[in-house]
């Protein structure tokens, strides 16, 4: 105050008053910002973090932009305006000065927020962090943009409530739109969270497929099959579906394999000359026991099942392989059959099948039965009838033949 009351007594004018002012006031600020950024600058050297010097450099053009509008406002006091005038020039400093104050407090959040990020999302082999991470950092300088808005707006006395509930409708609409979009970046963002995936896993899906999980987006999963199929599920649905994970909780894998020998052969025998040959397999995780186990005395072998580890999924065949090729060979040296399904075949005599033609079926061979054969039973006791009225004409015929031959018999004794 008291080098403005100086800088008064030296001019008459108020241009050149308020000229001084200004000048005097940026030289003053500049020697302020310049003891206050060295200071920060040492501060900032002994940080192992990067971060308090992007923010000391970002913050270069806008506390020069300040120093320039507070050595403005100084001068202006100092000529006289009318009352609109001076209330629209405080208004401008005001909004100026807030402006200017908000952008470096997004400054620092934003710089803080980014660096954090990217820390956090180079841990990860996936890119939908990253994409996220560009989503919030887009949405974090919309948020800032609107709130900047609202507020010069109603620093100038303009109503604000109508553009908010507007705002708010307009959120409703298109997140009514984008319904099935979002609903595949929360779960994109759940599977992140949970986990439960990663990109190299293999996975087997509900439906049977198995692959390898090759991108995780904010909209699907992409998992490659070992047919090299590529094979899209949507976030939702990946989110909503059993699936084992066959590389949690760690890679290894235990290899099955299952044999059967002919009866007579000692199984301590066989469990002792496959455990032989297993030993010699160099693929095998030796950190963990073989186990092999007789399992059933079936109708016609002895089943066994073998047992063993490797360390990671992609040796599971090339290990089963090798061992299933040295159990044959080895079971092949020593002499002892692997069984085979046996059958006992006969021949048919082709003089006792059934013919369509023959005569027991004269009766409905040229017939149709639409109602589900129902109408044979009718057809049953049609040929009853017909039979029984047969029947009795024979019987009177009979009887008339035997009327005639005691007639006969009778005239011949008359005679």
């Known amino acids: 105050m008291m080098l403005i009351d100086f800088l008064r007594s030296l001019s008459v004018n108020q241009i050149e008053t308020a000229f001084l002012i200004f000048l005097s006031s940026l030289i003053v600020f500049k020697i302020i910002a310049a003891l206050i950024r060295f200071l920060f600058k040492k501060l900032a050297e002994k940080t192992k973090t990067e971060i308090d010097d992007i923010i000391i450099k970002r913050w270069n053009w806008p506390i020069n932009f300040l120093i320039f509008i507070a050595s403005l406002s100084l001068a202006v006091k100092e000529i006289t305006f009318t009352e609109s005038v ?7 400093i005001i909004t100026t000065i807030t402006l200017t104050l908000g952008y470096m407090v997004y400054v620092l959040i934003d710089v803080t927020f980014i660096k954090i990020g990217k820390k956090i999302t180079s841990k990860t082999e996936t890119i939908i962090d990253d994409t996220l991470l560009n989503i919030a950092h887009t949405s974090l300088k919309a948020t800032f943009f609107v709130i900047a808005v609202l507020y010069t707006l109603s620093t100038w006395g303009v109503e604000i409530s109508p553009l908010l509930t507007s705002l708010g409708i307009a959120g409703i609409a298109v997140a009514l739109a984008m319904q099935q979009t979002l609903s595949n970046v929360f779960a994109g963002i759940s599977l992140i969270i949970d986990n439960s995936i990663r990109v190299g896993d293999i996975v087997r899906l509900e439906t049977g497929e198995i692959g390898e999980i090759y991108e995780i987006t904010l909209r699907s999963v992409r998992i490659r099959t070992f047919s090299n199929k590529m094979i899209i599920v949507p976030n939702n649905v990946m989110g909503n579906i059993k699936i084992q994970n066959l590389s ?19 199984p301590e025998y066989v469990k002792r000359i496959v455990l032989e040959e297993l030993n010699s397999m160099q693929i095998i995780d030796r950190t963990k026991e073989i186990r092999i ?16 580890w490797v360390d990671h999924i992609s040796k599971r065949w090339p290990a089963h392989q090798e061992a299933i090729t040295k159990i044959y060979r080895r079971l092949f040296k020593e002499g002892i059959e692997i069984p085979f ?9 082709d003089s006792k099948v059934p013919n369509p033609f023959d005569d027991k079926f004269a009766a409905t061979r040229d017939k149709i039965y639409p109602w589900f054969g129902h ?17 009795l004409k024979d019987f009177v015929r009979k009887i008339k033949e035997k009327s005639k031959d005691i007639a006969k018999k009778m005239k011949r004794k008359r005679k």
């Open 341 to 349: 399904p046996q059958r006992t075949v006969w021949f048919k005599d």
């Open 248 to 266: 949690l909780p760690d890679p290894t894998i235990r290899v099955n394999i299952r044999f059967s020998v002919q009866y007579g052969v000692d």
């Open 293 to 308: 186990l007789f399992l059933k005395m079936d109708e016609s072998s002895l089943n066994f099942i073998v047992m063993f």
């Open 86 to 92: 001076a209330k629209t020039i405080d208004h401008i």
């Open 375 to 391: 109408e044979s039973e009718e057809k049953k006791v049609e040929e009853v009838d017909n039979f029984e009225k047969r029947t």
